[in-house]
């Protein structure tokens, strides 16, 4: 079994920052990706930040300059970095993993169960 637990969303003014993390545990043999998406009301869900994977991280051209990836490959934590944070960021975030569980050839994806974030004018 595999848990991904988000942390770190909250009430925030514009321009401020928020922290999020998330922490995969379980029968994790190795992670191959963790990646940030989000999901705002009525829109469909989409990815924010990817990485990093082999020294790469790629953005949403909307966060670009202001948000930041960065995992812990020793606690298998995935985290984001917001700053200058705007209403529009406004969103549920969720955190995604591609891993091989133990004893599995293949690996697979895992949701986080998604933290919210509220970005207030």
């Known amino acids: 079994q595999v848990q991904l637990v988000e942390s770190g969303g909250g009430l925030v003014q514009a321009g401020g920052s928020l922290r999020l993390s998330c922490a995969a545990s379980g029968s994790i043999f190795s992670i191959k990706a963790m990646d940030w998406y989000r999901q705002a009301p009525g829109k469909q869900r989409e990815l924010v930040a990817a990485?990093?994977?082999?020294?790469?991280?790629d953005y949403a051209d909307s966060v670009k300059g202001r948000f930041t990836i960065a995992r812990d490959n020793a606690k298998n934590t995935v985290y984001l970095q917001m700053n200058s944070l705007k209403p529009e960021d406004t969103a549920v975030y969720y955190c995604y993993a591609d891993l091989y569980q133990e004893g599995s050839r293949f690996s697979r994806g895992y949701w986080g169960q998604g933290t919210q974030v509220t970005v207030s004018s």
């Open positions: 990485g990093p994977s082999g020294g790469r991280t």
